[in-house]
């Protein structure tokens, strides 16, 4: 078996676990057309805080590079770039479209490409005969499954799934030899359409889970129901899915669900359902400015603080964060002073002086509303709120 040279296109949160993983036990290049992020990968600093120093170390042989050269040493490519929608809610392949670009300069015949980036059925199938009519490849599919912030499910423990095109003997045993050092859990799927059709449902179901919660949530606010206590009753039943409310960001599910929903459309079915748990999600952010709107009314102290501004708890990451979007519709209105206190958010990108990695005074806040529950901030809310519960607003019950 020829020596192994692996290339990962995209260092982000996929990109980068994927690297750190191979770097050791071949020779892998990190690539990222992100000049500032490989400036800042060389200088072991991570943006997204998810690896340490120690972590991002490299060597001679294994080293995070934008210079398209460096991918020619390489014969076993995985590609991690973004699959964002556009403004019309339409796939947006262009990052893919790039990164197929660079491999048509850098492959030879027979060396091997793997897709990560979430897409509908048939995308790896389009990519091959749109971009490498003239080479000999092979290529696979494995939908990435990293949860950003999870530090029990990593990418080591969780279960891969692996497939490729032509199964000969040679490429199988290339391609496990090299996944098996990213997850101990290999899932060999022989149907590259199966698996890229088993990442998209993964987190539209999620989607329209969390969508039912959130409206029934909602319900219960116009009801006037305490729907912490519904919720847990509800729970008492043996088959009750767990799933809780919460405003759905990032770069995965209010962008997957328009993917297949354009395939399937495509394909001449209507799917109606898997959107409608976008809409819901979406709507969330109005229901819950008018309530902070309704709170701010009501009281004398106009000086509002918004504890958690990225998609998610325990997350740098602001892409498509609803908390950010509720922020900034808020503190545009007249007569309120609003402050932000977000322990890790990345204050190089929020532009806005009103934003807080700290926050040492909370007294002086006439409402504390949670929307984020970052551990790093959670027990001192806490202590804080059991002397001033009118003072708070925690509509997803964060700190009770």
């Not at 001449?268 to 976008?278: C, E, V």
Request: hydrophobic share 35%; proline share 3%.
């Amino acid at each position: 078996m020829n020596k192994i040279r692996v290339g990962v296109l995209g260092l982000g949160y996929v990109g980068l676990p994927i690297f750190s993983s191979l770097k050791k036990k071949f020779e892998t290049v990190g690539f990222d057309v992100d000049k500032n992020r490989i400036l800042d990968l060389k200088k072991k600093y991570d943006k997204n805080f998810e690896f340490t120093k120690s972590q991002l170390t490299t060597s001679k042989e294994s080293y995070y590079s934008n210079d398209i050269k460096d991918l020619k040493r390489c014969n076993f490519f995985i590609v991690t770039v973004p699959t964002p929608i556009s403004l019309n809610k339409k796939p947006d392949l262009k990052p893919l479209f790039s990164a197929c670009q660079i491999l048509k300069k850098v492959t030879s015949n027979n060396d091997i490409v793997f897709f990560e980036s979430t897409v509908y059925p048939g995308t790896t199938k389009f990519l091959k005969k749109r971009f490498f009519k003239k080479k000999k490849l092979v290529f696979g599919y494995s939908p990435e499954r990293i949860n950003p912030g999870d530090k029990k499910n990593t990418i080591k423990k969780i279960h891969k799934i692996v497939s490729f095109d032509g199964h000969d003997k040679k490429s199988k045993k290339k391609i496990l030899s090299v996944y098996k050092y990213i997850s101990n859990n290999l899932v060999i799927s022989n149907s590259i359409e199966n698996a890229e059709m088993s990442k998209v449902i993964e987190n539209i179901q999620r989607d329209v889970n969390i969508a039912f919660m959130n409206e029934i949530l909602m319900v219960c606010e116009k009801l006037n129901l305490n729907f912490k206590e519904v919720l847990n009753l509800a729970k008492t039943k043996w088959n009750f899915l767990d799933f809780s409310p919460g405003l759905v960001g990032g770069h995965c599910l209010p962008v997957d669900p328009y993917y297949l929903y354009t395939l399937a459309k495509r394909s001449g079915h209507d799917a109606k359902f898997m959107l409608a748990g976008r809409k819901v999600n979406d709507f969330l952010v109005k229901f819950l400015e008018k309530k902070i709107l309704e709170k701010i009314k009501k009281i004398k102290n106009k000086k509002i603080l918004i504890c958690g501004l990225t998609y998610k708890a325990n997350v740098a990451d602001k892409r498509n964060s609803l908390a950010l979007k509720i922020f900034k519709k808020i503190s545009s209105k007249k007569n309120v002073y609003i402050d932000a206190y977000d322990p890790i958010i990345n204050l190089k990108n929020t532009q806005n002086k009103n934003v807080n990695n700290k926050i040492k005074n909370l007294s002086k806040y006439g409402l504390i509303v949670i929307l984020v529950n970052h551990s790093k901030y959670l027990s001192q809310l806490k202590k804080h709120k059991i002397k001033n519960e009118k003072k708070y607003y925690d509509p997803f019950f964060l700190i009770s």
